[in-house]
């Protein structure tokens, strides 16, 4: 059974900083290409940051800067560093995990930034 768990969300004041995790089972970690989403409400879910199988990663332009993604193949854990949030960060997290025709969803954890 394939299972991804994220933690790490909350309540953060403007300019600071969260890290969120994503550990995954179930999957042959180190070949998945995994990426960060995030869905605010009313918007559409956008994808914040990804890593490809071999450590390439790419940002959306608003967390570029802001945002660190990373990978540690050994705990099946994905990571995503969040640093100076804003306000428009407020949104539900998820991580994807994608290979071939395979592809796997987290259950997401809050973020909210707010003073």
């Known amino acids: 059974q394939v299972q991804l768990v994220e933690s790490g969300g909350g309540l953060v004041r403007p300019g600071g900083s969260l890290r969120l995790s994503c550990a995954a089972s179930?999957?042959?970690?180190?070949?998945?290409?995994m990426g960060w989403y995030r869905q605010a409400p009313g918007k559409q879910r956008e994808l914040v940051a990804s890593?490809?199988?071999?450590?390439?990663?790419n940002y959306v332009e608003a967390v570029k800067g802001r945002f660190t993604i990373s990978r540690d193949n050994a705990k099946n854990t994905v990571y995503l560093q969040m640093n100076s949030l804003k306000p428009e960060d407020t949104a539900v997290y998820s991580c994807?995990?994608?290979?071939?025709?395979?592809?796997?969803w987290g259950q997401g954890t809050q973020v909210t930034v707010s003073s």
């Open positions: 179930g999957i042959a970690f180190s070949i998945y290409a």
């Open positions: 994807n995990a994608g290979y071939w025709r395979n592809d796997y």
């Open positions: 890593i490809t199988s071999g450590g390439t990663t």
